[in-house]
């Protein structure tokens, strides 16, 4: 499954940015999406994830209540809805696809995009 993470930019503390997440891949409806970040001098990290149906979501405490996961598998496209954005989640966010249910865990992800760059200026 080839993923493609769009969306990123530079916006202002407080603002609001969509990530997208897209493939041509007819199997997308069976895999789980989860988001991950990696800022400069740190690992990656868990963010979100969407189950394959869109019938759950899991986020990291620092992004509850800011961050909202959704997605159309009639269009192959999962989004990363992120509000309230502060400066220390700059970072590269990647998108990530796991067959079936999803997991925090980055080494239980089967395939990956490119990761799209957002910055929060203060």
């Known amino acids: 499954v080839q993923l493609q993470a769009s969306g990123g930019g530079l916006v202002q503390a407080g603002g609001s940015l969509r990530l997208s997440c897209t493939t041509a891949?007819?199997?997308?409806?069976?895999?789980?999406i989860g988001w991950f970040r990696q800022a400069p001098g740190k690992e990656r990290e868990f963010v979100a994830a969407?189950?394959?149906?869109?019938?759950?979501?899991d986020y990291a405490d620092s992004v509850k209540g800011r961050f909202t996961c959704s997605r159309d598998n009639d269009k192959n496209t999962a989004t990363l809805q992120m509000s309230s954005l502060k400066p220390e989640d700059t970072a590269v966010y990647y998108c990530?696809?796991?067959?079936?249910?999803?997991?925090?865990?980055?080494?239980?992800?089967?395939?990956w995009g490119q990761g799209t760059q957002v910055t929060v200026s203060s």
């Open positions: 969407i189950l394959w149906n869109g019938g759950s979501t």
């Open positions: 891949e007819r199997t997308f409806s069976s895999y789980s």
């Open positions: 990530a696809a796991k067959y079936y249910k999803y997991s925090n865990r980055e080494d239980e992800y089967d395939y």
